[in-house]
């Protein structure tokens, strides 16, 4: 029931930015384009719907339950329906003022609650990250691990799958390179991220290496904090915004001229400081022109002058990270550089935008949606016969590679640096 005095056009309760609602027009050329949608064929699961749902809390039409809860908790913040909506509708903005909503208002059941308290204590942390995570690195180093998720609860069992190796030498890097940077080189700086530089951090080296020996002025940041991602997309935006001006001040101090991140997600959260810290004066300027300097690997090296390749003979096919694709438009850029490899065919997967599942720690909240999108994305993927899926987020790659393990595929889960580097050696 609505409370005393609630029209349509007043809110009273702070959801998100409730102007921003009216964007959207109800034309339902987004749900085709939402994976949850895609899956459970619900309309509350579709961005209509969810948008909707946002509209009747904010107005007191209907109260947040644990139905209304779940339903935009579902939601993965892949802005595949940004791409497709013709009204411009920001739902990015519209669904992370909504997540923060829920946590302040919701009481979650206890193990909900402790799982995501545990991610958020834990992953925007490198160090914290790596005293967890010394115990399974161990066990690789004497190839115990199959024999550790043997004895595993399945939960722990499905954890444990979407960690990537961690032994030492389990991933490729670039050779170093003594090319001196052109006289008016751009200066590059590479934000190493969280989660990338415990689990993916050749993904970061092999960009810096990969740059330089184009020709660009490497800088390295004095210190590296969580861009906020994680924050945003969980509903704690108060850590997000201290997070981003960290990061504000830090690749301001660095000079760079363009910045690149080895994680899309990353990239698109920085790319967004400006709005993020638009209200406050002291950072909002800076968070603008931090925000314009957000480049891709992929059209960095494209606007390079050319270096002579050897020929790589493989099949590749190519999966479009969401936030790189949706957040950033870069599609054309890495399939470009691609292709520009003698020897590379590229076979293109269906839906190749489509989100994996991974969508940060969704895949840790939501397992049995992540574990649906997994086996949708495996079953385009293994159809292309490709020895290789490139792509451009270590998120992806961890949720693509589990599911490709566990049906014995044999096709290679690769980042777009780390793929470079193989190509060239």
């Known amino acids: 029931m609505a409370e005393p005095g609630v029209t349509s056009s007043n809110p009273v309760r702070d ?65 595949g329906c940004e791409t497709a909506c013709p ?11 909504a997540r923060t909503f829920v946590e302040r208002n919701h009481r979650r059941g206890f193990v909900d609650h402790l799982k995501r308290r545990a991610i958020s204590a834990i992953f925007p942390y490198p160090n914290r990250l790596k005293t967890l995570l010394a115990p399974l690195k161990l066990v690789d180093r004497l190839g115990m691990r199959p024999a550790l998720r043997a004895i595993m609860p399945r939960t722990i069992r499905d954890w444990l799958d979407l960690l990537p190796p961690l032994e030492p030498g389990s991933r490729p890097l670039a050779g170093e390179t003594a090319i001196a940077p052109r006289a008016d080189a751009p200066t590059v700086v590479v934000h190493h991220g969280c989660v990338a530089q415990v689990l993916a951090n050749s993904e970061n080296l092999n960009t810096e290496r990969l740059l330089a020996a184009a020709g660009y002025r490497v800088a390295q940041l004095e210190s590296t904090s969580c861009c906020g991602a994680l924050d945003l997309h969980s509903g704690n935006a108060a ?121 940060g720690s969704y895949n840790l909240t939501e397992p049995a949606m992540a574990r649906e999108l ?42 777009l640096a780390d793929f470079l580097a193989i190509a060239s050696q």
């Open 239 to 359: 850590r997000s915004r201290d997070f981003a001006r960290a990061n504000v001040r830090a690749l301001k101090n660095s000079g760079a001229d363009a910045i690149v991140s080895a994680a899309s997600g990353c990239s698109v959260a920085i790319a967004e400081y400006g709005e993020l810290l638009k209200g406050e004066p002291e950072f909002a300027e800076d968070a603008r022109a931090v925000s314009s300097r957000v480049r891709d690997l992929s059209s960095l090296l494209l606007e390079a002058p050319a270096n002579p390749q050897r020929e790589f003979r493989c099949r590749v096919t190519y999966h479009d990270a969401c936030h790189l694709a949706h957040g950033l438009g870069v599609r054309e850029a890495p399939r470009r550089l691609l292709a520009s490899i003698p020897g590379v065919e590229i076979v293109e997967m269906p839906e190749s935008d489509l989100c994996c599942g991974s969508a």
């Open 374 to 415: 997994a086996r949708r994305k495996a079953d385009n993927i293994v159809a292309t016969s490709a020895d290789y899926v490139v792509l451009a987020n270590p998120g992806c790659e961890f949720q693509i590679a589990a599911e490709l393990r566990r049906r014995g595929s044999k096709i290679k889960v690769v980042h």
């Open 87 to 97: 009204s411009g509708v920001h739902y990015g903005r519209l669904i992370e003022g």
């Open 15 to 79: 959801v998100c930015d409730y102007e921003l609602l009216f964007d959207c027009v109800h034309c339902g050329l987004c749900a085709e384009a939402c994976p949850t949608y895609i899956v459970t064929r619900c309309e509350m699961d579709s961005p209509r719907g969810r948008i909707y749902l946002m509209k009747s809390l904010a107005e007191g039409r209907i109260e947040l339950d644990d139905d209304a809860a779940r339903h935009l908790d579902l939601c993965l913040g892949c802005r």
